[in-house]
């Protein structure tokens, strides 16, 4: 099974940045997408991004234009760079690996812990 840590939270201004990293136990074979959730206290979790295994790549409407999903295959990482953060990017990030390609956490199997962004000034 596949195991992530996250890291890279902390706390930023308004209009920072921050870059989170996930690192995985293991390469993954065959087709798979690696997504980006974040979930805010007393609320769902909401998807940002994903990256598959043949290049595909989605952003929510909210952080398009201003987060970039990407991977380094040779440190088995993905990663989100996170420019002109708001308040509303708050919340505990969270990684997270499946079989089909979208923004819905139902559809993802193995999760990582979590690491905490907060945007405040």
């Known amino acids: 099974q596949l195991q992530f840590v996250e890291s890279g939270g902390g706390l930023v201004q308004p209009g920072g940045s921050l870059r989170l990293s996930c690192s995985a136990s293991?390469?993954?074979?065959?087709?798979?997408?690696i997504a980006w959730f974040r979930q805010a206290p007393g609320k769902e979790r909401e998807g940002v991004s994903c990256?598959?295994?043949?290049?595909?790549?989605y952003y929510a409407d909210s952080v398009t234009g201003r987060f970039t999903i990407s991977r380094d295959n040779a440190k088995n990482t993905v990663y989100l760079q996170m420019n002109s953060l708001k308040s509303d990017d708050t919340g505990v990030y969270y990684c997270?690996?499946?079989?089909?390609?979208?923004?819905?956490?139902?559809?993802?199997?193995?999760w990582g812990q979590g690491t905490q962004v907060t945007v405040s000034s």
């Open positions: 293991r390469f993954t074979s065959g087709y798979y997408v």
């Open positions: 990256i598959s295994s043949t290049g595909g790549i």
């Open positions: 997270a690996v499946g079989s089909r390609f979208g923004l819905l956490a139902s559809i993802y199997d193995y």
